[in-house]
């Protein structure tokens, strides 16, 4: 499973955020409901439509991110 499968950025929903499966849900409230505590099985049993995969694509896609990210000098 790729995370380009399933992460979409979308210029007119949810101000370009990055969002999964095209849906209004993005990266971001996933990772916010992981680092609150919440399971992957809460996170599922409170959006049905969301999948295993969505969740771990999230992830994924912080991680590609972070990967990315390069320190700056003043």
């Not at 992460?7 to 993005?26: H, L, S, W």
């Not at 995969?53 to 003043?74: K, N, Q």
Request: hydrophobic share 40%; aromatic share 8%.
């Amino acid at each position: 499973m790729q995370y380009r499968d399933i992460i979409t950025i979308e210029p007119g929903k949810r101000g370009g955020k990055p969002c999964i499966r095209g849906m209004r849900i993005t990266v971001y409230d996933v990772l916010e409901y992981l680092a609150s505590g919440m399971t992957h099985q809460e996170i599922l049993d409170d959006f049905p439509y969301l999948t295993e995969d969505d969740i771990r694509a999230c992830l994924s896609f912080a991680a590609a991110r972070e990967r990315s990210m390069a320190a700056v000098e003043p």
